[in-house]
Structure formats: C-alpha cells, structure tokens
C-alpha cells in the first residue's frame, strides 16, 4: 500500500505539472472521466467479480459501509453545530467528511495494492453502497443546506437511477453472471488480456485527473474548514470502518478492506453536488484538493496499524 500509494502522489503530482505547463488543461480532466468511466473501469470491475471467490461474507460490506456514513453524518452534524457554522459551510462540511472517492480512489489503490485485501469487498462497498450514498444522504443534505436547494432534504432519484445504469455496474452485472454461471475464473486470453490493459489504466489515469484539478485558492480561502475536514475524513472515517466491520464480525482482509475504503478522500462527486446546490464552494473544492493529496501519506499508517 505505501508503495502504491507514493506512485499515486508521484503520478498527482505529475498531473498538476502537466496541467501548469500547458501540456494538458483543467478541461481535459472531463475526458479522462469518460475514459475511465466508459472504458477502463468496467474492465477492472468485472475482472475483479469474475475472478471472486463469492462468500456470504462480502453482503456486509455495503452494511459497514452505510454503517461508517452514519457515523460520519453524526459526528458531522455534532461539530458544525458547536462551531457554529452557517448553512451553506455547514452542508458542505457534512457532504465532503461523510462520504468518501471509493469508486475513482478507492477501487484502483485497492486493486494496484497486491495481497491482503479484498477486491470484491471493494467493489461491493462502492457499487452497493456509495453509490446510492451519493445520489440519496449527499443530495439531501446539498437540498437541506445549500443556497440553491428548497431547506428541506430530498433524494435525486433521476440520479441514483442513472448511477445503476453506468458502464461499472454493468461490468458488475456481467461478472456476477459470469462467476455463477461456473465460467471460470480464468478467461479467453484474446479476451482476458486486453480488459487487463484497460484495467491498469484506471489508478494512472485517475491519479492525472486528480492532479490536473489541484486548485490551492479554494484551500486559502478556507483552510480553517477545509483542515477540519482531512481530520475527520481521513482520521475519523478508517475508525468509524473498523469500528462497523467489527460490529459485524468481518476480519481479515474483508475488514481491512472496509477500513481502508473508509479512509479514502472526500468523494469529487461532493464537490459537483453540492455545487450544484449552492453549499460553499471553497470548501467543497479545497477538500477534495487537501484530502486526496493527504490520504497518499494518511492510508499507509493506516495500513500499518491493521492486523
């Protein structure tokens, strides 16, 4: 993990690099999205749910998952309250320490990390249970709290919907069928080695884009907030992980794979949503800037201190 995880600050930083000397621009970042989105993430989910060893186990992961959102929430909520936050600060607070980039961070480290994991667990914590994290608590939130939203919490079915129907679900789908059909794990090499290719290309590709949308003004103008955020995005979140798998009884590298994926950076999708809303801006994007950098030094001592 630590190795891994340098390589993803080294490959950021190489983004950000890349973007100030005019070699790519912030904007291109929306193609390296629908690159990973439409054709190297699919690959890699179903490479991962193909290749699974399916146990009863991994149908508690998106429970633990759901389970460290709730505490984040609660915790959330408690300190905005004492600070004494405005609305907008406060929602914003809440939608980037609640939720975590499980799906664009968290999946490709876990997959690039090598033994002692469970990549199924992460597909599983992300597909079942971020996903509809992110389109049912954060939009309700951005509503409740944003200057855009109407002050009462609502879901954006139209959204979550939307989410089910992307190319990674139905690469989750089709590896399902695949593995209990008793196809095999092992595919076609015509077949199973360019999905690999595709596959490799997620954490690079995501760790650029991430790089290319490193903006410090939104960190100056509201580092007070924004610090507050890493402390309980990525200190909080592995405790509240462990904390939920273990009241399940998950161990091994199920429980180490929830720990991490909650552990992981405030989620880009916070930033778009609450946005869109009207929660404050500079918070949104300074988090999501301060946390992904951070996590490349905060998810190796968290791995360090697991069994």
């Given at each position: 993990?630590?190795?891994?995880?340098?390589?993803?600050?080294?490959?950021?930083?190489?983004?950000?690099?890349?973007?100030?000397?005019?070699?790519?621009?912030?904007?291109?970042?929306?193609?390296?999205?629908?690159?990973?989105?439409?054709?190297?993430?699919?690959?890699?989910?179903?490479?991962?749910?193909?290749?699974?060893?399916?146990?009863?186990?991994?149908?508690?992961?998106?429970?633990?998952?759901?389970?460290?959102?709730?505490?984040?929430?609660?915790?959330?909520?408690?300190?905005?309250?004492?600070?004494?936050?405005?609305?907008?600060?406060?929602?914003?607070?809440?939608?980037?320490?609640?939720?975590?980039?499980?799906?664009?961070?968290?999946?490709?480290?876990?997959?690039?990390?090598?033994?002692?994991?469970?990549?199924?667990?992460?597909?599983?914590?992300?597909?079942?249970?971020?996903?509809?994290?992110?389109?049912?608590?954060?939009?309700?939130?951005?509503?409740?709290?944003?200057?855009?939203?109407?002050?009462?919490?609502?879901?954006?079915?139209?959204?979550?919907?939307?989410?089910?129907?992307?190319?990674?679900?139905?690469?989750?789908?089709?590896?399902?069928?695949?593995?209990?059909?008793?196809?095999?794990?092992?595919?076609?090499?015509?077949?199973?080695?360019?999905?690999?290719?595709?596959?490799?290309?997620?954490?690079?590709?995501?760790?650029?884009?991430?790089?290319?949308?490193?903006?410090?003004?939104?960190?100056?103008?509201?580092?007070?907030?924004?610090?507050?955020?890493?402390?309980?995005?990525?200190?909080?979140?592995?405790?509240?992980?462990?904390?939920?798998?273990?009241?399940?009884?998950?161990?091994?590298?199920?429980?180490?794979?929830?720990?991490?994926?909650?552990?992981?950076?405030?989620?880009?999708?916070?930033?778009?949503?609450?946005a869109r809303y009207g929660l404050r801006a500079d918070v949104l994007a300074g988090a999501?800037?301060?946390?992904?950098?951070?996590?490349?030094?905060?998810?190796?001592?968290?791995?360090?201190?697991?069994?």
């Amino acid at each position: 993990m630590t190795t891994t995880a340098l390589a993803a600050l080294a490959i950021i930083l190489a983004g950000l690099v890349a973007r100030r000397t005019g070699v790519l621009k912030a904007e291109d970042g929306a193609v390296l999205v629908r690159i990973v989105l439409y054709l190297a993430m699919p690959p890699l989910v179903f490479l991962i749910v193909a290749r699974a060893d399916l146990r009863a186990e991994l149908l508690l992961v998106p429970v633990a998952a759901f389970l460290t959102h709730g505490v984040l929430l609660v915790a959330g909520l408690g300190i905005t309250r004492l600070w004494g936050m405005d609305r907008p600060t406060r929602g914003a607070f809440l939608v980037c320490t609640a939720v975590g980039n499980t799906g664009f961070f968290g999946l490709p480290l876990i997959a690039a990390s090598g033994p002692g994991f469970s990549q199924p667990a992460a597909v599983m914590y992300d597909a079942l249970a971020t996903a509809v994290i992110t389109w049912t608590s954060t939009v309700a939130i951005a509503t409740a709290f944003g200057a855009a939203g109407d002050g009462r919490p609502r879901v954006d079915v139209r959204g979550l919907l939307w989410g089910f129907t992307l190319p990674p679900t139905w690469a989750l789908a089709a590896g399902l069928v695949w593995n209990l059909a008793g196809l095999g794990a092992d595919l076609p090499t015509a077949v199973e080695r360019p999905l690999e290719v595709l596959a490799a290309a997620v954490l690079p590709l995501v760790m650029l884009y991430a790089g290319l949308m490193v903006d410090v003004s939104g960190v100056r103008a509201a580092w007070t907030p924004v610090l507050a955020v890493a402390v309980v995005r990525l200190g909080l979140g592995p405790v509240a992980g462990l904390g939920s798998g273990l009241l399940l009884g998950l161990s091994g590298e199920v429980l180490r794979t929830v720990v991490i994926m909650a552990a992981m950076p405030t989620a880009m999708m916070s930033l778009v949503l609450g946005a869109r809303y009207g929660l404050r801006a500079d918070v949104l994007a300074g988090a999501v800037v301060v946390t992904s950098v951070l996590c490349t030094a905060t998810l190796p001592l968290v791995r360090a201190v697991m069994p």
